[in-house]
């Protein structure tokens, strides 16, 4: 009998915790998850004792007016540069509306983007990081999460002109830009100095000078192509000096046909293909990372390094040795000969920003909070003063004085652009196409593909 | 107790978690893999089936083609480097006895007691043309030119290497144990009529080890085709896929490029790949145990 008693018991054990493992967890879901990638903020930690999710809710909105909104937000370094400008926000929203309480949910770009597919299919947090262009918003916007915001709202934003574009659909607008990016070749100005280097102003010019600087021992462009998207954007800046404004056509009716035979993207592929040949990147850039590559250049090992504004906080990094930071300077594409772009037609876009789930159950505060987010002085003037590049908004009424060289350098290079390119070439199509074409523009670069089968591999991925 | 044992309820009670378990957690996700596969669902809004289309696409997919052959050449190079390596290492070892045996014996399985993420990112280190231990090697003999280890060329042999590497030690460790169960009068009995070391390794410890070297094999190939994270930090997949592994393709389809449909057709052949091997092997094996 005694046996009996403990085998029945044995059973119900096991069965408590089968129970307990299926059981469903809905409600907080979006507050659990892996302990060390979620950051929970609550107002003055008040919150993190109460249980999460809606029975928290529940329980607030009978109290009074408790509001609790979930972010979800793509900047898991809350302590720098933009997830530092973002969070100081939310505190001051939270100071400034005490009966709100907003809950941020961060993790690093490709863990967001698995993780919000995941949300999308079952409860999408309150307000959520977006990407402006049709390889993220397609997709999200054919199911219907995100939440439509009225666009006349935004008229004293003072949003740069066209900056929503990527934002809406079929008329609508459906998120807020952050961000105005600009492709750009950083350069170490003394070490141009000191060998008597100067900025070239067309693409034979970048070649010779590439020329000499491998001569004298340096690497002349780090470039991270192990991700493949910061190669896909340097082709972008090729195409947008080869066909000029012409850029943004040519590359819709590629993705919308299928068919990259343009003579242009042709050229502009052949470029780079020539460039890397050359020597033009550092050996095995192909497999190297962000970091990596970053650290090239700020060790004083390349001469110039490719990527895009928001990196101009480089200047203003304790880590990197004075006498490099404070001679970081920057330089756009110069011109193709026979090109149809001149030298101020820029590779430039509004890629990542905001948006607010068409289910929450608290939409109208989380689109105040929206709101409240993008008043001018706030990400522009917060932005701008970390260093963080460029706004999606006009900010010339936060300058303060003391910007670096580089960052006055990528205010006047905004301000003296006679076109900007818009969406780069690999966001410009589904994420497959995004797939496809990171993974073989290190194929055609490296040698290992013709530029041919390049062109068809990514008009395949277009189908 | 025996009564116990034949009370049908009881039985049934205790086996009915393992059962829901496999129901819920193995059998009913490849039953939705299944379904997926056939339909062009993106991971969001609604999915459309569109018959064998993801299959016929998937076998004219050379990245695909590259992950399968990349996972065959890990499964050889397991078998043919890293296991005799390791079965010669298991019995140097069982040779050495008192201190040494226990410090070799963890210092060969340091590689497996590190995280795999360090342990890409110390082989990215290694690897770098610019200020990599492996380069700097080269220099001091020498040679200045800057080797690319991750070229699209070299990267699926420098990828092999670190797999076979990191999975040595617990190679070793089982082969190790497997020795060490061998009965010692064997070899007391082989040293009186005057066999070494090979004529013993050869006639005593291999053919004792059959049933080790099975399971090792197995297993060696089972993880060969389930490769992923040390791939998937150290290239993910790249250059252009060429060290592409079926799992982090799949992971890329279903993930990144929003094909959720596709990769589970992938997940799907993946399947049917690993009980193809394994019920082969298992004949094999089986053959060999009858003859």
């Known amino acids: 009998m005694k046996k009996k008693v403990i085998a029945t018991l044995l059973t119900a054990a096991m069965m408590a915790t089968m129970i307990a493992g299926c059981g469903s967890d809905k409600g907080s879901a979006p507050a659990s998850g892996d302990a060390q990638n979620v950051q929970e903020q609550a107002a003055g930690g008040e919150k993190a004792a109460e249980p999460a999710g809606d029975s928290a809710d529940a329980a607030g909105e009978a109290s009074g007016g408790e509001v609790t909104i979930k972010l979800f937000s793509n900047l898991p370094d809350r302590k720098n540069g933009q997830g530092l400008v973002e969070q100081t926000i939310i505190d001051e929203y939270m100071a400034a509306n005490p009966n709100v309480s907003i809950e941020v949910e961060a993790l690093d770009e490709e863990a967001y983007k698995t993780k919000f597919k995941a949300y999308a299919m079952d409860g999408m947090p309150d307000v959520v990081s977006i990407w402006g262009q049709p390889s993220f918003l397609d997709e999200v916007l054919d199911a219907g999460v995100l939440a439509e915001l009225n666009e006349e709202d935004y008229i004293d934003y003072s949003f740069i002109a066209g900056s929503l574009d990527g934002f809406k659909k079929d008329d609508k607008l459906y998120g807020l830009p952050r961000n105005t990016d600009i492709m750009l070749f950083y350069y170490n100005q003394k070490m141009f100095e000191d060998n008597g280097w100067e900025v070239p102003a067309t693409y034979d010019d970048l070649m010779a000078l590439c020329a000499d600087i491998k001569d004298a021992g340096f690497t002349p462009v780090a470039m991270d192509g192990g991700d493949g998207w910061p190669m896909a954007c340097f082709l972008t800046d090729i195409l947008v000096q080869v066909a000029g404004v012409d850029y943004a056509d040519i590359v819709s009716n590629a993705v919308a046909t299928g068919d990259f035979g343009a003579p242009e993207i042709r050229q502009a592929t052949q470029i780079l293909v020539d460039s890397a040949n050359a020597g033009m990147f550092q050996v095995g850039y192909d497999s190297q990372d962000y970091g990596t590559t970053m650290n090239l250049f700020t060790n004083g090992q390349a001469a110039m390094y490719c990527m895009g504004s928001w990196d101009c906080s480089m200047a203003l990094n304790e880590d990197i040795a004075p006498e490099i930071r404070d001679n970081i300077r920057a330089f756009t594409m110069p011109t193709v000969d026979g090109g149809k772009g001149g030298a101020n037609d820029i590779a430039a876009w509004n890629g990542g920003g905001y948006a607010v789930s068409a289910n929450s159950a608290v939409k109208d505060e989380a689109i105040k909070f929206l709101n409240y987010m993008y008043q001018p002085d706030k990400l522009s003037k917060y932005g701008w003063e970390n260093g963080v590049g460029l706004s999606a908004q006009d900010q010339t009424a936060y300058l303060t004085g003391n910007e670096t060289e580089l960052q006055k350098q990528v205010m006047d290079i905004l301000k003296n652009a006679t076109s900007i390119s818009g969406t780069p070439i690999n966001d410009c199509g589904p994420s497959a196409f995004k797939t496809a074409i990171e993974s073989e523009i290190q194929g055609v670069s490296n040698g290992s593909t013709s530029v041919d089968d390049f062109l068809a591999a990514i008009g395949a991925a277009c189908k | ?291």
């Not at chain 2, 009913?28 to 997926?36: D, G, K, N, R, W």
């Not at chain 2, 001091?140 to 990191?166: C, D, M, P, R």
Request: with cysteine; charged share 10%; proline share 3%.
């Open chain 2, 1 to 291: 107790m025996k009564k116990l044992y034949s009370n049908k309820p009881v039985i049934f009670s205790l086996i009915l978690p393992g059962i829901l378990v496999f129901l819920f957690a193995v059998l009913a996700p490849i039953c939705l893999s299944i379904y997926y596969g056939f339909t062009d669902y993106s991971g969001m809004g609604e999915a459309h089936l569109v018959g064998f289309e993801n299959y016929t696409n998937l076998f004219h997919d050379s990245a695909f083609g590259r992950s399968l052959r990349n996972s065959l050449l890990l499964a050889i190079g397991f078998i043919c480097i890293q296991h005799p390596i390791a079965i010669i290492v298991a019995a140097v070892l069982d040779k050495l006895q008192g201190k040494a045996e226990g410090i070799f014996r963890c210092i060969y399985f340091i590689p497996n007691v590190i995280s795999v993420a360090v342990i890409a990112y110390l082989w990215k280190f290694i690897y770098n043309p610019d200020f990599g231990l492996l380069n700097n090697i080269l220099r001091a003999f020498g040679y200045t030119e800057k080797v690319n280890w991750l070229s699209q060329q070299n990267a699926i042999w420098s990828v092999l290497i670190v797999l076979i590497w990191h999975g040595f030690g617990w190679g070793m460790l089982i082969y190790y144990t497997g020795i060490k169960n061998i009965d010692p009068v064997l070899y007391e009995a082989a040293s009186i009529d005057g066999a070494n070391w090979w004529t013993t390794f050869f006639r005593i410890t291999l053919p004792l080890m059959k049933p080790v070297i099975q399971i090792n094999v197995t297993m060696a190939i089972i993880s060969a085709l389930k490769q992923m994270e040390t791939v998937y930090l150290l290239t993910n997949g790249g250059p252009n896929n060429s060290t592409q592994f079926a799992a982090n393709y799949l992971y890329q389809q279903a993930f990144k490029a929003f094909k959720y449909g596709y990769g589970n057709a992938i997940g799907v052949i993946f399947i049917v790949i690993c009980i193809l091997v394994t019920v082969a092997l298992n004949t094999i094996f089986k053959d060999k145990q009858d003859a």
